[in-house]
């Protein structure tokens, strides 16, 4: 419960306590500050970890104390169950449809299929693993929506906790081992799920393990009214469809605008530099040169990349005006317009203007993207011999 809370509170709120934290008792050397980067493993998401660990410690002792005399807690253990059960859905859900959709992991880029796998990150590794296979990705999509869905009846609730358990173990391991930080909040989906299996354990026992015979589960019932019982299940039914429904428009947006079924821009593919003429000196295709470009990568809309000889890359804006067949290509803050011509055909481009000073005159041609066995080799249900190039 305090992981839930301090998500959502814990930078309105605490963050000078964790700061306080960081340099006085931990003398922690990392950044102490809230920051977008798309991690959940910064050095303040430990502090909040452990604060929150030491805060639950000591508020269990001090409340196990005052309220030692109190038999039960089950109507606080209900709604307990209940916001677990909730969280879970919620992020089951928004994980499961960014993978049915394919907008968590979308297909290799063209830059990544030029990378050597020896140069990859692990978590580059992942990536390009999960985002090879759109079949993949709905399978495990649909197992997550699948945890979340059965967590939502009374019912199934021990089925969705044991489905969601292994789907988030898991998770848990491929960001473990893979060096993808989101370990903490992985972890904690996983815990929560335990946490909701753990209250239905005695008849998974007697069942599995005893080969016995459990009684049906008496679950505590906040009121038995029938008016308030039909309120309940209707309005999960509206929730499950305004959610499902939200987030299915959400993925299909996101698919089409960002992922693998986005609009291919004007001249995208890999365009490899075959003759290369700087300030009127033609550049022979030395891989120790560090200036002469070897491939022109252009993937997405407003956006190419360099890669020079020796294989650096270097990032750029890019601009194309397909009427008067001119580019705007530049780094940074650097601010041009129409610094280059070209011509274009089927897999040949010409290039020429002004980068960075100097004088360029490229001649560039198409790689053949059917080249690259990761994308075209396709399924096979009879295989003679393993295909493991």
């Known amino acids: 419960m305090s992981y839930i809370l301090f998500i959502y509170c814990g930078t309105l709120f605490f963050e000078s306590l964790f700061v306080w934290v960081g340099k006085n ?23 909040s970890w452990l604060v929150q660990g030491t805060l639950t410690i000591v508020g269990v002792l001090i409340w196990s104390f005052l309220d030692r005399k109190r038999p039960s807690y089950n109507q606080l253990f209900y709604w307990f169950i209940v916001i677990l059960r909730m969280y879970l859905v919620l992020q089951l859900f928004i994980y499961g449809f960014a993978k049915i959709f394919k907008g968590q992991f979308p297909g290799p880029s063209l830059t990544r299929l030029l990378q050597p796998i ?65 370990k903490l909040f992985s972890a904690h989906l996983m815990m929560m799920a335990l946490v909701i299996f753990m209250a239905d354990w005695k008849r ?19 009121s038995e009214d029938s008016h308030y019982k039909k309120m309940v299940f209707w309005s999960k039914i509206i929730l499950v469809l305004i959610l499902c429904s939200a987030l299915s428009y ?76 001119q580019l705007t290509l530049y780094e940074g803050e650097w601010e041009l317009s129409d610094n280059f011509t070209y011509m274009h055909s089927d897999d040949a481009l010409h290039i020429k203007g002004k980068l960075y000073g100097d004088t360029l005159d490229i001649r560039l041609k198409a790689k053949d993207l059917r080249d690259f066995e990761l994308i075209t080799r396709d399924f096979h249900w009879i295989n003679e011999t393993p295909y493991n190039k």
Not at 25 to 45: C, K, N, V, W
Not at 142 to 151: A, I, T, Y
């Open 25 to 47: 008792i931990l003398q922690s050397e990392g950044r102490l500050e809230y920051f977008s980067t798309g991690s959940g493993d910064t050095t303040m998401a430990y502090i």
């Open 118 to 182: 020896g140069e990859m990150s692990p978590m580059g590794l992942a990536w390009t693993y999960m985002g090879h296979s759109e079949g993949f990705n709905m399978f495990v999509g649909c197992m997550e929506v699948l945890g979340g869905l059965l967590l939502i009846p009374r019912k199934t609730i021990t089925l969705g906790a044991i489905v969601t358990t292994g789907v988030m173990l898991q998770v848990l391991m491929m960001n473990l081992f893979y060096d993808i930080p989101v």
């Open 250 to 325: 959400s993925g299909y947006q996101r698919e089409h605008t960002y992922g693998d079924k986005r609009e291919k821009p004007a001249l995208y593919g890999i365009w490899e530099a075959d003759t290369f003429v700087k300030n009127n000196d033609t550049l022979p295709p030395l891989i120790t040169d560090a200036t002469r470009w070897r491939y022109l990568i252009i993937d997405r809309k407003g956006h190419a990349t360099l890669q020079f000889m020796n294989d650096q890359k270097k990032r750029m804006t890019l601009h194309i005006d397909t009427i008067k067949e």
């Open 204 to 222: 998974c026992k007697q069942v599995f393990i005893k080969n016995e015979t459990a009684h049906a589960i008496n679950y505590y019932k906040i």
